[in-house]
T-cell receptor, first 112, second 114 residues
Framework: GENVEQHPSTLSVQEGDSAVIKCTYSDSASNYFPWYKQELGKRPQLIIDIRSNVGEKKDQRIAVTLNKTAKHFSLHITETQPEDSAVYFC???????????FGAGTRLTVKP | DVKVTQSSRYLVKRTGEKVFLECVQDMDHENMFWYRQDPGLGLRLIYFSYDVKMKEKGDIPEGYSVSREKKERFSLILESASTNQTSMYLC?????????????FGPGTRLTVT
């Protein structure tokens, strides 16, 4: 079945620096890759997603890149702010597109 | 706004008890999911359902069952709760082809089995 690996498990950056979180997946048929942010005590919420026909997508300070050949995708957050502190999950659709698998999560801490 | 609600935020049960976790969504979504969230393990899929009375096993279905009698409601059942089922349980819903669309999550139920 699909296996999604996410690194690093924890990441600490200084406010204003960039943060990068990387994920790899195993199912070559995966074609949808969302990223979720979960603040402490709250539910995961989608922050950005990318589909396999696109290599990069940006939304203000957040960007996601996808390399289908290498089967990896990354989340980039620029000019980090303390409110970016949260757990971030990547996910990849399973081949039949009925569900998806999540990475183990990255706890990002942005120090003021 | 999609709303996914779960019946309890916190639940404490004894070993061997039968436990019901309820999830309701109000957006007419076809797909519904149950995950458990444990530190370092992320979100692991227990079961999902793509239609009323339909269900599919996820990665960790052992010790759980589900029920979907109505489109808006998806129940997770622990037939005989055990301490290793102490966890945060998250319900989610999405449009059909749930691997291609955003999943909307409920607030979670933190279950403790003593």
């Amino acid at each position: 079945g699909e296996n999604v690996e996410q690194h690093p498990s924890t990441l600490s950056v200084q406010e204003g620096d960039s943060a990068v979180i990387k994920c790899t997946y195993s199912d070559s048929a995966s074609n949808y890759f969302p990223w979720y942010k979960q603040e402490l005590g709250k539910r995961p919420q989608l922050i950005i997603d990318i589909r396999s026909n696109v290599g990069e997508k940006k939304d203000q300070r957040i960007a996601v890149t996808l390399n289908k050949t290498a089967k990896h995708f990354s989340l980039h957050i620029t000019e980090t702010q303390p409110e970016d502190s949260a757990v971030y999950f990547c996910a990849a659709s399973v081949g039949d597109n009925n569900d998806m698998r999540f990475g183990a999560g990255t706890r990002l801490t942005v120090k003021p | 706004d999609v709303k996914v609600t779960q019946s309890s935020r916190y639940l404490v049960k004894r070993t061997g008890e039968k436990v019901f976790l309820e999830c309701v969504q109000d957006m007419d979504h076809e797909n519904m999911f149950w995950y458990r969230q444990d530190p370092g393990l992320g979100l692991r899929l227990i079961y999902f359902s793509y239609d009323v009375k339909m269900k599919e096993k996820g990665d960790i279905p052992e010790g759980y069952s589900v029920s979907r009698e109505k489109k808006e409601r998806f129940s997770l059942i622990l037939e005989s709760a055990s301490t290793n089922q102490t966890s945060m349980y998250l319900c989610a819903s999405s449009l059909l082809d749930g691997g291609l669309y955003e999943q909307y999550f409920g607030p979670g139920t933190r279950l403790t089995v003593t």
